[in-house]
Every structure is written in structure tokens, then in C-alpha cells.
């Protein structure tokens, strides 16, 4: 009898591991399709985006009218855009594929800047053309390969997953059709991309190659890093300190510091090789109940800011999240705030301590600038704000637009309804720059039915 009950508990066991293991397998194919899904809609999509671009590119090369070439244009800036976005969700993290995605990224930012210019005042110039008549080529030779790899993907039934598992083996190097195909692409792209050093129109819209190599002093060690890290950090003791130097990969040289002072308190800084200018640092400790006001911790901040000889730098926003408070300084010259030169701080409301530093922006954007006159008055700049909102303060400011350029604009701060905006009129043309919503107080929901 009790042999036969125990037969039966075994039995069930063995059905319910059975059970239990065929569920697992079901779930991992459901994951694995999922993903195969994903990968291969992008791919398409990106096929298609392609195919896409090109014809539209062909078409503004046809157009004569500037009212239709604007819009055209914009439109080969929108599909390079979705194209990046498609081949951010391809497994390709392993494959060298960024020169094909900063292919795509000249082609945007050629065709956004010449769109939203005024195309009767200046038209699109021989050099302009040319640089769209290659690029239409180019796009050709592009969509031509991904159509190759795309019939050989339909044709063998081949999966992404599969090179997915290849890249994480490190098979990349085997032969793959859907591997091979986008290196392929890649080279070619390269072969373009050498070929377009040569052509100042493509060459002016590449992005900058922003690093601290403008910064002055020499290079220090990594004794001398630990001892930047707790004056920038405010530590005087400590128990351990960890010192790493920067990967292979990155532009500029730095050091990643993190300090230990024993009482559960840890601090990271990074700072650069070339001259030991502090990048950022966060202390991580827990921040308690508030005790200072904001108005303190700016304070607290200015005298951080003195003493660490940052000059001529003006508190440009201030917010309070919980017993946080996050401030904005921003270099002033001339009276003209330079928004690309700024410095975040993070103080504690509990004791008025700097947690948080952050000197990346203020770091790549310092530099000699010699500020234009404005070419429309403040009066005339004010035209172009929308009438329904009530300005309160203006000022002159220098900003890093859409495009990745430096333009002087008049800064209105204004109220519609219960927002406030941030909006910058062009102080040359008068266009509408950039608008931004200022943050409203957070409502306070636990008493909310």
C-alpha cells in the first residue's frame, strides 16, 4: 500500500517537473519570438526607410519650387531620423556600424538646416546641390546592399537571433549572410566617408568632436587625482581610496576616483588627465529631513563655486525636489549669459552640503567668444513672441540650437495661463529658436481621493 502511494507522489512529481520544464521551454520561445519579431520589423522598416530616403532625395534634386523643396526637405531629415531609430533596435552593438548611422546623421542635419532656412532670401547653392546628387548615390548604394541581405534573408529563412547568439559568442568573424551583409554596408559607407573629408559642405555639418583637449595645465597622476577628488568633494579624511584610469575608447583622458571614508559614506569623481579639472562627483550618501532653505543652498553653493575659483558664473535655475535642491550657474560676459558654459550643483537641505557637481558642459564649452552686435532690437525681438503670453523678464543670451550651433538670442521668460515658458528669439533673424516649459511645483497626491 505504501508502496503504490509513494509510486503516485513520484509519478506526480515527475508530471509536475515535466509540466513545469515544458512551461519554462514555452516561456523562452515566447521571449526568443518576440525578439526575432522585433529584429526583423526593424530590419524591414530600415529596408523600406531606405528605399524611402532615396527616392526622396531624388526628389528634391527634380523640384524647382522652393514652397514644395522645404517641406521635401524636412521630410529626408524625418526618415533618416526613423532610420537611426530602426537600426538602434537591430543586435548590431558588436558590428562597426557607426559610420553608416553618422551617414545618416549628415544627411539629417544637411536637410534640416537647409529647410528651415528661408530658401527665397537663399537659395540652395551649386555646392549644395552636388553634396544632394551625392548623396543620392550614395543612399542607392546603400539600399541596393540592405535589398541584397533582405531577399537572402527571405529567400534561406534566415534569423536574427541567430546573429545575435553569434555576437554574443564572438562568431561575429564566421560566415553570416546577415553579418557579412552589414559589413559590407559599413565599408562601403567608410569609402564614402573618406571621400567626403574633401567636400566642405558635408564637412560642415559633421557633428563636433567635443573633448577637453582646449584645456590648459598638464597631466597629472593618480596620487594627484585622489587629492583633486577630496578637496572638489569636501572629504578631508579618508579610509580607501579606488583610482581607474579611462577606457581605450573614450575621446579625452580621465581619471574615475571613489573615495571611501569608513562611516558607510562613498564618493566618485571623475577627473581629467590634462590639467585635473573636475568633471563631476556625487556623493552618495542618504540626504535626511530638511533644515536649510533653498535660498541657503545657493548660498552654499556661490561660496563652493568661490572657492574653487569658478568666476563670472550667475545662478540661471534653481528647483527643489524633496530635500534636494538642484541649481544651474551659467557663465555671464558682457551681460550675456552663455548657456553652453554651465555648472549643475546638487546640495543637501539637511546640512547645506554639495552631493552633486557636475562640470561637462561648462568644461567642453568654455572658450574665447567674441559676442555680436544684435541685428533687431529687443522691441522688434518681442513681436515674435506670441501675444497670449504676458512677458515678465528678457536678457541676452547665448545658446547651443537644433543644429548644434551657437546663436545669440534675446531670452524671454513669460506666463500663459498657469505655465511659464523660456522662449529665445533669434537676436540676427528673429526666428523662434527654442521654447521650453519651466517645471511647475509638484502636486502632492496622498491626499487625493
Known amino acids: 500500500m505504501f508502496r503504490n502511494i509513494l509510486i503516485v507522489i513520484l509519478a506526480i512529481g515527475v508530471a509536475g517537473t515535466a509540466f513545469w520544464g515544458y512551461q519554462e521551454h514555452q516561456e523562452k520561445n515566447a521571449i526568443l519570438i518576440n525578439a526575432e519579431n522585433t529584429y526583423q520589423r526593424a530590419f524591414h522598416n530600415l529596408t523600406y526607410q531606405m528605399d524611402h530616403l532615396h527616392d526622396q532625395i531624388g526628389s528634391t534634386l527634380a523640384m524647382n519650387s522652393k514652397k514644395s523643396l522645404s517641406p521635401t526637405l524636412a521630410d529626408v ?7 537611426r531609430g530602426e537600426v538602434g533596435q537591430l543586435p548590431l552593438t558588436l558590428i562597426p556600424f557607426n559610420k553608416t548611422e553618422e551617414f545618416l546623421a549628415n544627411i539629417g542635419d544637411f536637410s534640416y538646416k537647409t529647410s528651415v532656412r528661408d530658401l527665397d532670401k537663399e537659395p540652395l547653392s551649386d555646392e549644395e546641390y552636388a553634396t544632394l546628387k ?11 546592399e540592405l535589398r541584397n541581405v533582405q531577399h537572402l534573408v527571405l529567400k534561406n529563412n534566415l534569423r536574427w537571433m541567430d546573429v545575435e547568439m553569434a555576437l554574443a559568442a564572438g562568431k561575429e568573424s564566421a560566415d553570416n549572410t546577415i553579418i557579412d551583409g552589414f559589413k559590407t554596408v559599413e565599408k562601403q559607407v567608410k569609402g564614402y566617408d573618406e571621400e567626403n573629408l574633401q567636400d566642405p559642405t558635408i564637412v560642415s555639418f559633421k557633428q563636433k568632436d567635443e573633448n577637453y583637449d582646449h584645456l590648459k595645465g598638464k597631466a597629472i597622476t593618480k596620487e594627484e587625482a585622489v587629492k583633486l577628488a577630496k578637496k572638489q568633494a569636501g572629504i578631508s579624511t579618508i579610509k580607501d581610496a579606488v583610482v581607474a584610469e579611462n577606457g581605450k575608447g573614450a575621446k579625452y583622458g580621465f581619471y574615475s576616483v571613489n573615495l571611501d571614508d569608513g562611516k558607510g559614506n562613498t564618493t566618485s569623481v571623475d577627473i581629467t588627465k590634462k590639467g585635473g579639472y573636475p568633471i563631476w562627483f556625487i556623493n552618495h550618501r542618504e540626504v535626511s529631513d530638511q533644515k536649510i532653505s533653498l535660498n541657503d543652498a545657493v548660498a552654499k553653493a556661490e ?12 545662478l540661471s535655475e534653481s528647483m527643489q525636489y524633496d530635500s534636494i535642491g538642484l541649481l544651474t550657474f551659467t557663465s555671464v560676459q558682457d551681460d550675456v549669459t552663455i548657456y553652453p558654459e554651465s555648472i549643475k550643483l546638487k546640495v543637501a537641505l539637511d546640512n547645506g552640503q554639495i552631493v552633486g557637481f557636475a562640470a561637462d558642459d561648462y568644461l567642453k564649452g568654455t572658450k574665447e567668444r567674441k559676442i555680436p552686435e544684435p541685428g533687431i532690437s529687443l522691441s522688434d525681438a ?6 497670449n503670453v ?3 523678464e528678457n536678457r541676452l543670451a547665448i545658446i547651443i540650437n537644433d543644429l548644434g550651433d551657437e546663436v545669440l538670442c534675446y531670452e524671454f521668460i513669460g506666463t500663459m495661463d498657469h505655465d511659464t515658458y523660456r522662449i529665445y528669439i533669434n537676436a540676427e533673424s528673429g526666428q523662434e529658436e527654442k521654447i521650453e516649459k519651466l517645471q511647475n511645483a509638484e502636486r502632492v497626491y496622498e491626499d487625493v481621493v
Request: charged share 35%.
Open 77 to 83: 531629415w524625418r526618415i533618416t531620423s526613423e532610420a
Open 134 to 144: 551625392k548623396m543620392y548615390g550614395q543612399s542607392n548604394e546603400i539600399r541596393n
Open 303 to 314: 561660496k563652493f563655486l568661490k572657492d574653487n575659483d569658478y568666476q563670472k558664473l550667475k
Open 382 to 387: 518681442s513681436e515674435y513672441i506670441n501675444s
Open 390 to 392: 504676458k512677458i515678465m
